[in-house]
């Protein structure tokens, strides 16, 4: 069955500092898409970043980056240089044919 | 702006009561999934559309039902309501099931069972 675990449920930093988030996912598909939405406090879910299980590049946008291990079975988002508009829950999914969310990390920064 | 449309935004209604979630998506878009997002269960898969059948289905309560109509929007509908059924209900789009592609969310509607 597939799964994602995001071991984080709350992480607190001060701005400006580096932050990781850990997402670790189990399937038994050979191909796979991962992914990462933020929930900002307004609610809606954003979308971030797609993955496919034969793409181990790392991809960096902006102050964002991902890491993709397929031999650890995680693709942990990075945070540099973290800024007060950062603070959300962010989500890691793994999808098949339906999409299965992490429980989410809430990640606070502090001014 | 994801493009998906969701409504209402907000509802309040009594226990045992019935309530229909709409949900708009994307231009373009075949495939609409609904999410329950509570609390304590995080984010909920509950069923999932493809051009109007149903392609599949997860945590849903069988009080619950969904439909998607030919013009590709999708209706949820939440029956004999119990306080537990507050949550926030999520819609999203995809272009189809079959490349994988990534879900684009409505704002959701928040429901409160009172």
């Known amino acids: 069955a597939q799964k994602v675990t995001q071991a984080q449920t709350e992480i607190s930093v001060v701005e400006k500092e580096d932050v990781t988030l850990d997402c670790v996912y189990e399937?038994?598909?050979?191909?796979?898409?991962l992914f990462w939405y933020k929930q900002p406090p307004s609610g809606e879910l954003v979308f971030l970043i797609r993955r496919n299980s034969f793409d181990e590049q790392n991809e960096i946008s902006g102050r964002y980056s991902w890491n993709f291990q397929k031999s650890t079975s995680s693709f942990n988002f990075t945070i540099t240089a973290s800024q007060v508009v950062d603070s959300a829950v962010y989500f890691c999914a793994l999808r098949d044919d339906k999409i299965i969310f992490g429980k989410g990390t809430r990640l606070h920064i502090l001014p | 702006d994801s493009g998906v449309t969701q409504t209402p935004k907000h509802l309040i209604t009594a226990t045992g009561q019935r309530v229909t979630l709409r949900c708009s998506p994307r231009?373009?878009?075949?495939?609409v999934y609904w999410y329950q997002q509570s609390l304590d269960q995080g984010l909920q898969f509950l069923i999932q559309y493809y051009n109007g059948e149903e392609r599949a289905k997860g945590n849903i309560l069988e009080r619950f039902s969904a439909q998607q109509f030919p013009d590709l929007h999708s209706e949820l509908n939440l029956s004999s309501l119990e306080l537990g059924d507050s949550a926030l209900y999520f819609c999203?789009?995809?272009?189809?099931?079959?490349?994988?592609?990534?879900?684009?969310f409505g704002q959701g509607t928040r429901l409160t069972v009172v």
């Open positions: 231009s373009g878009d075949l495939s």
């Open positions: 399937t038994r598909d050979t191909t796979y898409y």
């Open positions: 999203a789009s995809s272009l189809n099931t079959g490349d994988f592609t990534e879900a684009f």
